[in-house]
Every structure is written in C-alpha cells, then in structure tokens.
C-alpha cells in the first residue's frame, strides 16, 4: 500500500523538470541545455528522442548527462538499461509495464532514480507505487500539443499528490503557463518540452520565466 501524507506539501512544489527535444543533435544542444539548466532551478531532465536510432540516442545521452550533472540536475533516460549504463545517468523512467517497473527498482535502487510512466489509472499509479519506485510520471512526454496538461493527466497528478507520498510529475503543455495549475494542486512536479525549447526568448529565457511563474504563484497561495 502507498504511504498516505501526513501533512500537506513542503514547499517548494512544483519543481520544473524538462524533457528533450524530439531530433536534438548532442553537439549543438549540450550548449543549449547548459545555458537552459543555469538560468533557473531545474530537478530533472528526462533523455528521450522519439526520432533518435539507438546510436544517436547514445551519442545524445553520453553528452547530456555531464552536463545536466554539473548543474546539479538529476538525468534520467528511458527503459533502457544498457543506455543508463553506459551514460551513465541517475535514473531509469520505466513506462513499458509493472514487470519491467519490478525488475528496474530491484536492480538499481536505492542507488539509483527509478520512476514509473504508463500510469493511466489510478489503479495503475497503486502498482507502480507498490515496487517503492522514486516517482509517478502523469502523461507522456509528447504530450505537451495543448496549452494545458491534458485532464486526466493532470487530475490523477493532483489526486495523487493530494493523497501520497511518492511524489507525482506531470507533463504541461506547450505554453509556460501550464506550470501554474500545478503550483495550484501542490503537484511535486512539472515536466515541459516544447514551452522550453520553442520559447520565443529561447530556452534559457524560458527556463527564468517558468521558475518566475510558479514562484509567483506559490507567492499568492501562501497566507
């Protein structure tokens, strides 16, 4: 059984995590990343490329992960624990089912992150949070083509953050914005891809903004 709360949320919540973009290339968006991960307080940024071959998913990881580390950010990869291996990472996402949930966190926590995707239900968040994974991830991480969190995502987020330990990330929408429902809900987390990386200003712009939103917010919501 997941641990229920015992008091509401510690602040600060709604942490800003990222998500890479779709076709990045290592060489010319470790720089990007660098300068995004320096202009604001990042938790976690999530290595994935829907495009990418598993030669160029490598390539990516191995560069990424150094400098997501220098900046003190947490970098996970996804299912693949030869790629986490040989990157090097913090953690394993793992959203290919609870089999492979059971068999990650017995191999490599509690040294390592490993974080549930694939939860579509709240009977679904119940079995990941029973293999004492490090976190739910409400959404998919192409999953940002609204301007909001899509409504399931999001309510099953705040359901869970409402209710639990394990703390809940869930993807936003394409627009900076999208972080403040989060703050709102006391949702631990707050994934973004495109708002970031397609932000007119540029990522590390975006990167202040966003923190400047939930802290605005988290500002308005304290008595």
Known sequence: M???????????????????????????????????????????????????NATELQRLAEALVPVAQ??????IVANDTRLFGRARADGLHVDTGLADLKDAVAALRPDHIVGAGGVATRHDAMLAAETDCDYLFF?????????QSFDKSFDL???????????????????????????DA????????????????GPAAAVAEANRL??????????
């Open 186 to 201: 006391h949702i631990e987390f707050v994934a973004l891809r495109s708002a970031i990386w397609n932000h007119p200003e």
């Open 70 to 75: 220098e900046n003190g950010v947490a970098a």
């Open 139 to 147: 959404g998919r991480f192409d999953g940002d083509s609204g301007e």
């Open 157 to 183: 987020a705040a359901w869970w953050s409402a209710m639990f330990e394990i703390p809940a990330i869930v993807m936003g929408g394409n627009t900076l914005a999208s972080v403040e429902p989060a703050v």
């Open 2 to 52: 997941a641990k229920k709360k015992k008091s509401p949320p510690p602040e600060p919540f709604a942490r800003l995590c990222l998500v890479t973009p779709a076709g990045a290339d290592a060489a010319t968006f470790a720089p990007v990343l660098d300068a995004a991960l320096k202009a604001g307080d990042v938790a976690t940024l999530f290595i994935v490329s829907e495009t990418a």
């Open 214 to 223: 939930i802290l605005a917010r988290q500002a308005e919501a304290t008595p």
